[in-house]
T-cell receptor, first 113, second 110 residues
Framework: DSGVTQTPKHLITATGQRVTLRCSPR?????VYWYQQSLDQGLQFLIQ???????AKGNILERFSAQQFPDLHSELNLSSLELGDSALYFC????????????FGSGTQLSVL | GQQVMQIPQYQHVQEGEDFTTYCNSS?????IQWYKQRPGGHPVFLIQ?????EVKKQKRLTFQFGEAKKNSSLHITATQTTDVGTYFC??????????FGQGTTLQVKP
């Protein structure tokens, strides 16, 4: 158990819909990262937060947004969903967000039908 | 932008054979990390290398960091079926985000 909690584990929805993925980092970790993993693909970096502030942005679509709350949990919002958004979405956390090791959650498997 | 490349993408070996995956960064790295993702699982941190030319061992796994701190390798001696999974290398950007290689998926035939 990495200590990072992601909910829900599975999500099935239709095109055009909006969903919210939730992540609670490990106790004491200030930085949260979101990654997208499509079938047989690597880990595509989406966005990073540190202590409530956005620190780095990757190839995140404009239809996607995220935030980190004062209690350090984070949410990733995906809207106007398309079939191609179907993927495994991982949240990870680290202590300071300065390039140290990451602890990954179990992921949310999103299926857009 | 900064890129981390890994080869090969897939490797099938007979149990007992050795396995190596290679990682190359387009920029010098402050450290290189390796993660393993079992089928259906999430990436799990294996090790971090920091020094130029560093070599670390974990049982049958040997990790190396290149002299120029731009490349790394993971070598598994005498693979076992428990080694199956995808191995990722990752390096930090100047903003601290970790950039992952595409991963090498290892299949081991018993």
């Amino acid at each position: 158990d990495s200590g990072v909690t992601q909910t829900p584990k599975h999500l099935i929805t239709a095109t055009g819909q909006r969903v919210t993925l939730r992540c609670s980092p490990r106790s004491g970790d200030l930085s949260v990262y979101w990654y997208q993993q499509s079938l047989d693909q690597g880990l595509q970096f989406l966005i990073q937060y540190y202590n409530g502030e956005e620190r780095a942005k990757g190839n995140i679509l404009e239809r996607f947004s995220a935030q980190q709350f004062p209690d350090l949990h984070s949410e990733l919002n995906l809207s106007s969903l398309e079939l191609g958004d179907s993927a495994l979405y991982f949240c990870a956390s680290s202590v300071q967000g300065g390039g140290e090791k990451l602890f990954f959650g179990s992921g949310t498997q999103l299926s857009v039908l | 932008g900064q890129q981390v490349m890994q080869i090969p993408q897939y490797q099938h070996v007979q149990e007992g054979e050795d396995f190596t995956t290679y990682c190359n960064s387009s920029t010098t790295l402050s450290n290189i990390q390796w993660y393993k993702q079992r089928p259906g699982g999430h990436p799990v941190f294996l090790i971090q290398l920091v020094k130029s030319g560093e070599v670390k061992k974990q049982k049958r796994l040997t990790f190396q960091f290149g002299e120029a701190k731009k490349n790394s390798s993971l070598h598994i001696t005498a693979t076992q079926t428990t080694d199956v999974g995808t191995y990722f290398c990752a390096g930090p950007s100047n903003t601290g985000k970790l950039i992952f290689g595409q991963g090498t998926t290892l299949q081991v035939k018993p």
